[in-house]
């Protein structure tokens, strides 16, 4: 009996979560929020027409390292300097958070400039503004790389060849994003959504380098976007 009564509150407790779960349907529809429900689940091809903007970042190390050097921090030999440089406040620590995912990174470390982590905040703060509006809400991009030593790069180059000697990772003042993976409130994102958000980040960025903000590389063999805060 003592059996039976165990199953039967279980089994209530399931019913109640179903029926809360199905009045709570309810109610978002009959608020009219049916649109922004129907997107989450939708799994249609959606046309953004968004222009296509990742070829338009096209800056070169070798036109605006000096630049960056003058606007970073003095290059950092060992973890020690690194984080002296922190201590300082020279660099500020990046954390995963609402706007945006830092990755485990093998080669830098998840710290830039001040300058930095502002514009790193204003794209993601431009970037869910825009991509809202197209009913994909919640948008957080991936950051794969920022502040390096100089034994990073030289670790780098072995799988890398692209890294730079003068990198302006080893200044605190570049990151690279992701265009390839984002986190949004949808179930299922299509490759159009894919193909919007990789051009819309983009659109972002290349907005924020005519404002004279930053340096931006679209690096098509490491899939991100490289940025030089200025």
């Not at 922004?36 to 338009?56: G, M, N, P, V, W």
């Not at 995912?101 to 204003?122: A, N």
């Not at 972002?204 to 404002?211: D, K, M, S």
Request: net charge positive; with cysteine.
């Amino acid at each position: 009996m003592k059996f039976n009564n165990s199953r039967l509150i279980f089994l209530l407790k399931i019913f109640s979560v179903i029926v809360f779960i199905l009045i709570s349907i309810f109610f978002f529809f009959r608020k009219g929020r049916r649109s922004h429900l129907s997107a989450y689940f939708s799994t249609r091809c959606l046309d953004y027409k968004q222009k296509e903007f990742s070829r338009k970042l096209n800056d070169r190390i070798v036109d605006y390292s000096a630049a960056a050097k003058l606007r970073g921090i003095k290059v950092c030999k060992d973890e020690n300097e690194l984080k002296r440089r922190i201590s300082e406040g020279n660099l500020v620590k990046v954390r995963s958070g609402n706007n945006y995912t830092v990755e485990k990174m093998t080669f830098s470390y998840p710290c830039v400039t001040r300058d930095s982590k502002i514009l790193l905040d204003e794209i993601s703060r431009r970037l869910r503004e825009k991509t809202s509006q197209k009913g994909l809400n919640g948008v957080r991009f991936f950051i794969t790389s920022m502040t390096r030593k100089t034994i990073n790069v030289r670790s780098l180059r072995r799988y890398n060849r692209n890294a730079s000697t003068n990198s302006p990772h080893l200044y605190g003042n570049a990151f690279d994003i992701s265009y390839k993976r984002f986190i949004v409130r949808k179930w299922v994102l299509t490759n159009c959504d894919k193909k919007f958000l990789k051009e819309a980040l983009a659109e972002v960025i290349w907005q924020l380098r005519a404002e004279n903000k930053c340096w931006a590389t679209y690096e098509k063999v490491q899939n991100c976007y490289h940025v030089v805060s200025r």
